[in-house]
């Protein structure tokens, strides 16, 4: 199969031409060169990275190989990893301010994120075999055949495992691993968040659903870089 990049490569290499200083970033940032390069090429470029070749003010000419971490996934991916990079090329030779949220927004799928205890709650507190449940708030009743029906996939997996953690034990787990998490959302917050109210936001946010917390800083930020690189372009 063709790669969909390269096989445009040389209009992605005539276009970047008018993006001489994003070139030079990519350069001093990705390709790790130091010194002062003051002119930057794309060569050749496909899913997997980009060819660049820079001349430096001593005159010295070399060229190197940026990696796409990850690929592109196709020809439409092209413009806003570009672009992403350009923002991390910048605020990482200090050409541009880190971007800064100064609002908290609640993640879009934290109603999942209930899962993540619903899931424990069903395989270690489902009731003895023959037992009906009692609906809140009615006089009804769910009946024994239709609650054993229900749990009996809960029961299949933990006879597979030989045992049945507590409930207590699973959530400890889980919030082992979100006080893990919320140490990286700490660090994000450190950088680009401002206030400590939208910090210690993020921070709970973290501790009770784990990843949603930080990609949701992630994204806002990437956002944000997105915004600014293209106001400059």
Same mark, same amino acid.
């Given at each position: 199969?063709?790669?969909?990049?390269?096989?445009?490569?040389?209009?992605?290499?005539? !276009?970047?031409?008018?993006?001489?200083?994003?070139?030079?970033?990519?350069?001093?940032?990705?390709? $790790?060169?130091?010194?002062?390069?003051? =002119?930057?090429?794309?060569? #050749?470029?496909? /899913?997997?990275?980009?060819?660049?070749?820079?001349?430096?003010?001593?005159?010295?000419?070399?060229?190197? !190989?940026?990696?796409?971490?990850?690929?592109?996934?196709?020809?439409?991916?092209?413009?806003?990893?570009?672009?992403?990079? $350009?923002?991390?090329?910048?605020?990482?030779?200090?050409?541009?301010?880190?971007?800064?949220? =100064? /609002?908290?927004?609640?993640?879009?799928?934290?109603?999942?994120?209930?899962?993540?205890?619903?899931?424990?709650?069903?395989?270690? +507190? !489902?009731?003895?075999?023959?037992?009906?449940?009692?609906?809140?708030? /009615?006089?009804?009743? &769910?009946?024994?055949? &239709?609650?054993?029906?229900?749990?009996?996939? #809960?029961?299949?997996?933990?006879?597979?495992?030989?045992?049945?953690?507590?409930?207590?034990?699973?959530?400890?787990? &889980?919030?082992? +691993?979100?006080?893990?998490?919320?140490?990286? =959302? *700490?660090?994000?917050?450190? %950088?680009?968040?401002?206030? *400590?109210?939208?910090? #210690?936001?993020?921070?709970? =946010?973290?501790?009770?659903?784990?990843?949603?917390? *930080? &990609? /949701?800083?992630? %994204?806002?930020?990437?956002?944000?870089?997105?915004?600014?690189?293209? $106001?400059?372009?």
């Amino acid at each position: 199969m063709s790669d969909p990049v390269a096989s445009k490569s040389a209009f992605l290499c005539m !276009y970047m031409r008018n993006h001489p200083d994003t070139l030079v970033a990519y350069v001093k940032y990705f390709g $790790k060169v130091r010194g002062q390069v003051v =002119t930057a090429q794309m060569t #050749a470029i496909d /899913t997997k990275g980009m060819n660049l070749n820079y001349q430096m003010k001593s005159g010295g000419n070399d060229q190197v !190989y940026v990696q796409f971490k990850p690929p592109l996934a196709g020809y439409d991916d092209v413009k806003p990893r570009l672009l992403s990079m $350009k923002a991390d090329a910048q605020e990482g030779l200090g050409m541009i301010k880190a971007p800064q949220l =100064t /609002t908290f927004e609640l993640p879009g799928s934290t109603v999942y994120a209930f899962l993540v205890y619903l899931i424990p709650a069903y395989f270690t +507190c !489902y009731p003895p075999l023959g037992t009906s449940i009692q609906i809140p708030f /009615t006089s009804n009743e &769910i009946p024994a055949n &239709i609650v054993d029906i229900f749990f009996n996939p #809960a029961r299949a997996v933990i006879a597979m495992l030989g045992f049945r953690p507590t409930f207590r034990s699973v959530v400890g787990l &889980i919030l082992a +691993c979100h006080t893990v998490e919320s140490l990286y =959302t *700490w660090s994000l917050c450190r %950088r680009y968040v401002s206030g *400590w109210g939208v910090r #210690a936001a993020y921070m709970v =946010t973290t501790l009770l659903f784990g990843g949603l917390g *930080w &990609i /949701t800083i992630n %994204r806002r930020i990437q956002q944000k870089r997105i915004e600014s690189v293209m $106001k400059a372009e």
